[in-house]
């Protein structure tokens, strides 16, 4: 077999919209020095979508290096960290997950120091479709990086906030309403069916103008949210995608079931293939060769 690439993976990077062009991004230490866990990162010359079409195997010998602290761990939590580092980091805290959560005015925050330059600055909300209408936060400049990651095909910024926490709020509040996650089942699948986003963009924005919400929720401090123009319209992405998985399933890798399978596709974090789907992103850490 001819390697394409190897490491410990990171994720697949991406750049432009129509069509949306991947990168392999993973990561190799210097195996003779123990004390040495520097990650010396590579990104794949050729792009991910010129595998399509063809049979290619991946394989792996079981072994997570933290994405962090670059030290072997037999578990990987909340996607490719150590226990350690899961339970330290501020990047791995639940307020992530659920930043209506944040805690940094308590004084609690894991790393201020990371929260002020990562949390408090300028978040956007939006609307996408993936697998159906739905609410999502981001700090990421141009918007798009984020539907991309997650595998939407349509995608519209409707207000901006000034942190992570007060998008938080408004997203959870807007979850009452409508999702604020992905069904995956559905975006393997194919295309989600057509939705007019500025107009549900337009209905729930004149909708939370009638509200009235508090940041932090237990202060008596106002939270301010501007609302975006919408005249800039809907951004529709294209993915490398011949066609969609015959079985809507998610395979499993390790190092006594490698998948060898033609790639049919490539979708959000996901590589598609005839027998069923990859979630790259769930196997951070992990040492992985791909090749045909």
């Not at 959870?172 to 194919?190: A, C, E, I, N, R």
């Not at 951004?235 to 395979?251: F, N």
């Not at 049919?264 to 590589?271: E, H, M, P, R, S």
Request: net charge positive; with cysteine.
């Amino acid at each position: 077999m001819m390697p394409l690439v190897q490491g410990y993976v990171r994720k697949m990077s991406h750049k432009g919209l129509s069509p949306v062009s991947y990168f392999w991004e993973s990561a190799t230490y210097n195996e003779a020095d123990k004390k040495d866990l520097t990650a010396k990162e590579s990104t794949s010359e050729s792009p991910v979508e010129s595998w399509i079409g063809k049979k290619i195997t991946l394989s792996t010998n079981d072994e997570i290096r933290c994405l962090h602290c670059g030290k072997k761990t037999k578990k990987s939590f909340s996607q490719g960290y150590c226990f350690t580092c899961f339970t330290n980091l501020s990047e791995t805290d639940l307020c992530i997950l659920r930043p209506e959560t944040c805690h940094f005015h308590k004084g609690t925050c894991r790393e201020p120091e990371w929260g002020k330059t990562n949390c408090f600055k300028k978040h956007t909300v939006y609307f996408a479709n993936s697998s159906g209408l739905k609410v999502g936060i981001t700090k990421e400049n141009p918007v798009s990086n984020r539907w991309v990651d997650q595998g939407a095909k349509f995608g519209i910024p409707i207000l901006e906030v000034e942190s992570r926490r007060d998008a938080g709020i408004l997203e959870h509040y807007l979850s009452q309403f409508l999702p604020d996650k992905t069904t995956w089942q559905k975006m393997v699948t194919g295309d989600p069916p057509n939705i007019d986003l500025v107009r549900e963009a337009n209905k729930f924005l004149n909708h939370l103008e009638k509200n009235e919400f508090l940041s932090p929720p237990d202060s008596k401090s106002k939270l301010v949210w501007n609302r975006l123009d919408l005249s800039g319209g809907v951004t529709e992405i294209q993915y490398p995608i011949d066609s969609y998985p015959e079985k809507i399933k998610s395979l499993k890798l390790t190092k006594e079931t490698p998948i060898t399978d033609t790639l049919v596709g490539i979708k959000g974090q996901y590589l598609l293939f005839v027998s069923g789907v990859v979630n790259i992103r769930s196997l951070s850490g992990l040492w992985i060769e791909v090749s045909t």
